[in-house]
Protein backbone atom coordinates (compact mmCIF):
# COMPACT_ATOMS: atom_id res chain seq x y z
CA UNK A 1 0.00 0.00 0.00
CA UNK A 2 1.46 3.34 -0.61
CA UNK A 3 2.25 5.37 2.09
CA UNK A 4 3.84 8.86 3.17
CA UNK A 5 6.12 9.11 5.96
CA UNK A 6 7.33 12.60 7.81
CA UNK A 7 9.08 11.37 10.52
CA UNK A 8 9.48 15.41 12.17
CA UNK A 9 6.52 16.40 13.57
CA UNK A 10 7.53 19.91 14.76
CA UNK A 11 10.71 21.71 13.11
CA UNK A 12 11.77 25.40 14.80
CA UNK A 13 14.26 27.05 12.98
CA UNK A 14 15.84 30.37 12.77
CA UNK A 15 14.30 33.73 10.69
CA UNK A 16 17.50 33.75 7.43
CA UNK A 17 18.52 30.05 8.21
CA UNK A 18 18.05 27.27 5.70
CA UNK A 19 15.86 24.70 6.08
CA UNK A 20 14.74 21.32 5.37
CA UNK A 21 11.82 19.36 5.76
CA UNK A 22 11.64 15.28 5.45
CA UNK A 23 9.20 13.10 3.43
CA UNK A 24 9.85 9.68 2.93
CA UNK A 25 7.13 7.68 0.56
CA UNK A 26 6.05 3.92 -0.43
CA UNK A 27 4.71 3.63 -3.77
CA UNK A 28 5.56 0.31 -5.61
CA UNK A 29 5.43 2.73 -8.92
CA UNK A 30 6.70 5.75 -10.52
CA UNK A 31 5.35 8.32 -7.83
CA UNK A 32 3.96 11.81 -8.49
CA UNK A 33 4.92 13.65 -5.62
CA UNK A 34 3.58 17.16 -4.14
CA UNK A 35 4.43 19.39 -1.36
CA UNK A 36 1.43 21.23 0.34
CA UNK A 37 1.07 24.10 3.05
CA UNK A 38 -1.27 25.05 5.50
CA UNK A 39 -1.75 28.12 7.18
CA UNK A 40 -3.22 28.85 10.07
CA UNK A 41 -7.28 28.32 9.50
CA UNK A 42 -6.60 27.84 5.81
CA UNK A 43 -6.86 25.32 3.36
CA UNK A 44 -4.11 23.62 1.36
CA UNK A 45 -1.62 25.61 -1.08
CA UNK A 46 0.50 23.52 -3.48
CA UNK A 47 4.07 24.63 -3.04
CA UNK A 48 5.57 22.14 -5.73
CA UNK A 49 5.30 19.06 -7.40
CA UNK A 50 7.26 16.40 -8.94
CA UNK A 51 6.06 13.75 -11.81
CA UNK A 52 9.30 13.24 -13.70
CA UNK A 53 12.49 14.45 -15.31
CA UNK A 54 14.90 16.78 -13.36
CA UNK A 55 14.78 15.65 -9.41
CA UNK A 56 14.85 18.94 -8.49
CA UNK A 57 12.31 20.57 -8.79
CA UNK A 58 11.80 24.59 -7.89
CA UNK A 59 8.18 25.41 -6.19
CA UNK A 60 6.64 29.15 -5.08
CA UNK A 61 8.53 31.06 -2.30
CA UNK A 62 11.75 30.23 -3.12
CA UNK A 63 10.93 26.66 -1.90
CA UNK A 64 12.61 23.39 -3.72
CA UNK A 65 12.52 19.70 -3.61
CA UNK A 66 14.54 16.71 -4.58
CA UNK A 67 12.82 13.59 -5.72
CA UNK A 68 15.77 10.47 -4.59
CA UNK A 69 14.50 6.85 -5.87
CA UNK A 70 17.24 5.26 -4.35
CA UNK A 71 16.29 6.90 -1.03
CA UNK A 72 12.42 6.81 -1.72
CA UNK A 73 12.17 10.52 -0.31
CA UNK A 74 11.00 14.13 -1.50
CA UNK A 75 12.71 16.35 1.06
CA UNK A 76 11.93 20.53 1.37
CA UNK A 77 13.91 22.29 1.33
CA UNK A 78 14.53 26.45 1.70
CA UNK A 79 17.50 28.67 2.01
CA UNK A 80 16.42 31.36 4.07
CA UNK A 81 13.06 31.07 5.48
CA UNK A 82 11.17 34.14 6.62
CA UNK A 83 8.80 34.41 9.36
CA UNK A 84 5.90 34.30 7.50
CA UNK A 85 6.48 30.75 5.75
CA UNK A 86 5.44 29.02 9.32
CA UNK A 87 2.91 26.48 8.92
CA UNK A 88 2.24 22.67 8.41
CA UNK A 89 3.95 21.46 5.40
CA UNK A 90 2.28 18.25 3.99
CA UNK A 91 4.09 15.94 1.92
CA UNK A 92 2.05 13.58 -0.80
CA UNK A 93 1.89 10.88 -3.27
CA UNK A 94 -0.34 10.15 -5.67
CA UNK A 95 -1.91 6.69 -5.86
CA UNK A 96 -2.88 4.84 -8.61
CA UNK A 97 -6.76 4.81 -9.89
CA UNK A 98 -7.83 5.79 -13.35
CA UNK A 99 -8.32 9.96 -12.64
CA UNK A 100 -5.21 9.82 -10.50
CA UNK A 101 -7.09 12.38 -7.57
CA UNK A 102 -6.30 9.99 -4.73
CA UNK A 103 -3.93 11.62 -2.51
CA UNK A 104 -2.28 10.42 0.58
CA UNK A 105 -1.15 12.48 2.75
CA UNK A 106 1.95 12.64 5.42
CA UNK A 107 0.89 13.40 8.84
CA UNK A 108 2.52 16.80 8.49
CA UNK A 109 5.33 18.76 9.92
CA UNK A 110 5.03 22.35 11.84
CA UNK A 111 7.27 25.19 10.92
CA UNK A 112 7.90 27.49 13.48
CA UNK A 113 10.19 30.58 12.57
CA UNK A 114 11.77 31.87 15.36
CA UNK A 115 12.33 35.75 14.58
CA UNK B 1 -6.89 30.62 -12.90
CA UNK B 2 -8.23 28.21 -11.32
CA UNK B 3 -9.98 28.63 -8.19
CA UNK B 4 -12.13 26.51 -5.70
CA UNK B 5 -14.40 27.99 -3.21
CA UNK B 6 -16.32 25.98 -0.45
CA UNK B 7 -18.83 27.20 1.52
CA UNK B 8 -19.63 27.91 4.97
CA UNK B 9 -16.41 28.30 5.93
CA UNK B 10 -17.87 27.05 9.10
CA UNK B 11 -20.87 25.56 10.54
CA UNK B 12 -21.82 24.77 14.10
CA UNK B 13 -24.23 21.69 14.61
CA UNK B 14 -26.04 20.29 17.46
CA UNK B 15 -25.34 16.31 17.57
CA UNK B 16 -27.15 14.44 15.81
CA UNK B 17 -28.33 16.98 13.05
CA UNK B 18 -27.09 17.44 9.36
CA UNK B 19 -24.36 19.63 7.98
CA UNK B 20 -24.09 20.67 4.08
CA UNK B 21 -21.09 22.18 2.18
CA UNK B 22 -20.47 22.94 -1.12
CA UNK B 23 -17.59 23.18 -3.45
CA UNK B 24 -17.36 25.20 -6.69
CA UNK B 25 -15.06 25.29 -9.47
CA UNK B 26 -14.08 28.42 -11.11
CA UNK B 27 -11.67 28.55 -14.21
CA UNK B 28 -11.74 24.78 -15.02
CA UNK B 29 -13.76 22.02 -15.29
CA UNK B 30 -14.11 19.64 -12.12
CA UNK B 31 -14.21 16.32 -13.81
CA UNK B 32 -13.13 14.88 -10.73
CA UNK B 33 -13.71 15.95 -6.90
CA UNK B 34 -12.11 14.43 -3.95
CA UNK B 35 -13.72 15.26 -0.99
CA UNK B 36 -10.92 15.15 2.76
CA UNK B 37 -11.73 15.65 6.35
CA UNK B 38 -8.81 16.78 8.24
CA UNK B 39 -9.65 15.94 11.82
CA UNK B 40 -7.82 17.40 15.02
CA UNK B 41 -4.38 17.41 15.04
CA UNK B 42 -4.05 14.56 12.34
CA UNK B 43 -3.70 14.82 8.51
CA UNK B 44 -6.23 14.48 5.89
CA UNK B 45 -8.00 11.36 5.14
CA UNK B 46 -9.62 10.79 1.97
CA UNK B 47 -13.45 10.65 2.15
CA UNK B 48 -14.37 9.72 -1.40
CA UNK B 49 -13.83 10.43 -4.67
CA UNK B 50 -16.41 10.99 -7.06
CA UNK B 51 -16.16 11.82 -11.08
CA UNK B 52 -18.72 13.25 -13.17
CA UNK B 53 -20.68 9.98 -14.79
CA UNK B 54 -18.92 7.60 -12.74
CA UNK B 55 -19.86 6.36 -8.95
CA UNK B 56 -18.71 7.67 -6.62
CA UNK B 57 -15.62 5.71 -4.77
CA UNK B 58 -15.94 6.03 -1.00
CA UNK B 59 -12.82 4.78 1.08
CA UNK B 60 -12.74 2.07 3.90
CA UNK B 61 -14.31 4.03 7.24
CA UNK B 62 -16.24 6.31 5.26
CA UNK B 63 -20.07 5.47 3.86
CA UNK B 64 -22.37 7.11 1.06
CA UNK B 65 -24.92 6.69 3.55
CA UNK B 66 -23.21 8.99 6.45
CA UNK B 67 -21.64 11.13 3.66
CA UNK B 68 -23.91 11.30 0.70
CA UNK B 69 -21.97 13.22 -2.37
CA UNK B 70 -23.57 15.09 -5.27
CA UNK B 71 -21.40 15.97 -8.53
CA UNK B 72 -24.03 17.27 -11.03
CA UNK B 73 -21.80 19.28 -13.10
CA UNK B 74 -18.08 20.19 -14.38
CA UNK B 75 -18.06 22.73 -11.96
CA UNK B 76 -20.13 21.86 -8.44
CA UNK B 77 -20.35 19.29 -6.40
CA UNK B 78 -21.89 18.76 -2.41
CA UNK B 79 -21.40 16.70 0.64
CA UNK B 80 -24.01 16.48 3.42
CA UNK B 81 -22.39 15.05 6.98
CA UNK B 82 -25.56 13.14 8.21
CA UNK B 83 -26.34 12.54 11.92
CA UNK B 84 -22.89 14.31 12.81
CA UNK B 85 -21.30 13.46 16.21
CA UNK B 86 -18.15 14.73 17.77
CA UNK B 87 -15.90 12.07 15.54
CA UNK B 88 -17.27 13.98 12.95
CA UNK B 89 -15.72 17.33 13.70
CA UNK B 90 -13.14 18.91 11.56
CA UNK B 91 -12.20 20.50 8.23
CA UNK B 92 -13.26 19.04 4.53
CA UNK B 93 -11.67 19.88 2.01
CA UNK B 94 -12.48 20.07 -1.72
CA UNK B 95 -9.99 19.24 -4.10
CA UNK B 96 -11.26 19.58 -8.12
CA UNK B 97 -9.19 18.02 -11.02
CA UNK B 98 -8.80 19.88 -14.73
CA UNK B 99 -9.11 16.87 -16.74
CA UNK B 100 -7.81 18.53 -19.57
CA UNK B 101 -4.66 21.04 -17.73
CA UNK B 102 -3.65 17.99 -15.10
CA UNK B 103 -1.47 15.36 -14.81
CA UNK B 104 -2.86 12.81 -12.74
CA UNK B 105 -3.36 13.83 -9.42
CA UNK B 106 -2.95 17.85 -9.78
CA UNK B 107 -6.11 19.27 -7.33
CA UNK B 108 -6.89 22.85 -7.14
CA UNK B 109 -8.32 22.76 -3.41
CA UNK B 110 -10.74 25.10 -1.50
CA UNK B 111 -10.28 26.72 1.69
CA UNK B 112 -12.48 24.65 3.06
CA UNK B 113 -15.47 23.98 5.77
CA UNK B 114 -14.92 23.56 8.94
CA UNK B 115 -17.11 21.64 11.31
CA UNK B 116 -17.96 22.24 14.69
CA UNK B 117 -20.17 19.75 16.62
CA UNK B 118 -21.63 20.38 19.90
Known amino acids: AQSVTQPDARVTVSEGASLQLRCKYS??????LFWYVQYPRQGLQMLLK??????VVQGVNGFEAEFSKSDSSFHLRKASVHWSDSAVYFCAVSAGGGSGNKLIFGTGTLLSVKP | GALVYQYPRRTICKSGTSMRMECQAVGFQATSVAWYRQSPQKTFELIAL?????????EQNFTQEKFPISHPNLSFSSMTVLNAYLEDRGLYLC??????????????FGEGSKLTVL
Open chain 2, 50 to 58: STVNSAIKY
Open chain 1, 50 to 55: YYSGDP
Open chain 1, 27 to 32: YSATPY
Open chain 2, 95 to 108: GARDWLGGRPGQLY
